[in-house]
């Protein structure tokens, strides 16, 4: 079974930095495809980034500001989050998307594992 654990959120003013670690365990982290979605109040669950072995997939209202990357050593998935703005106040979940992908591999419904979640908040 894999644990995901997400750790980094807190409060920041608008225009701030934070860094969201996932540290993943119990499986085999290099054959996961991975992401961040993020839950807003009163909003459903969306995609935030995600990352497969090529390229990278980003919602259009984080392109430019957010950044996600891996180590598949460490096991870990990290979420860059610059130039932050009050409408990313979220909590911010960590998901693994195990072999077969799906055809859409980022899409919610392909991802398998996820994390309890990290409260970002952004002031104005």
């Known amino acids: 079974q894999v644990q995901l654990v997400e750790s980094g959120g807190g409060l920041v003013q608008a225009g701030g930095s934070l860094r969201l670690s996932c540290a993943a365990s119990?499986?085999?982290?290099?054959?996961?495809?991975m992401g961040w979605f993020r839950r807003a109040p009163g909003k459903e669950r969306e995609l935030v980034a995600a990352?497969?072995?090529?390229?990278?997939y980003y919602t259009n209202s984080v392109k430019g500001r957010f950044t996600i990357s891996r180590d598949n050593v460490m096991n870990a998935l990290y979420l860059q989050m610059d130039s932050l703005k009050p409408e990313d106040t979220a909590v911010y979940y960590c998901?693994?998307?195990?072999?077969?992908?799906?055809?859409?591999?980022?899409?919610?419904?392909?991802?398998?594992?996820w994390g309890q979640g990290t409260q970002v908040t952004v002031s104005s």
């Open positions: 990352i497969g072995w090529s390229g990278r």
């Open positions: 119990g499986g085999t982290f290099r054959s996961y495809k």
């Open positions: 998901a693994a998307n195990q072999p077969p992908y799906g055809s859409i591999w980022y899409d919610e419904a392909n991802f398998d594992y």
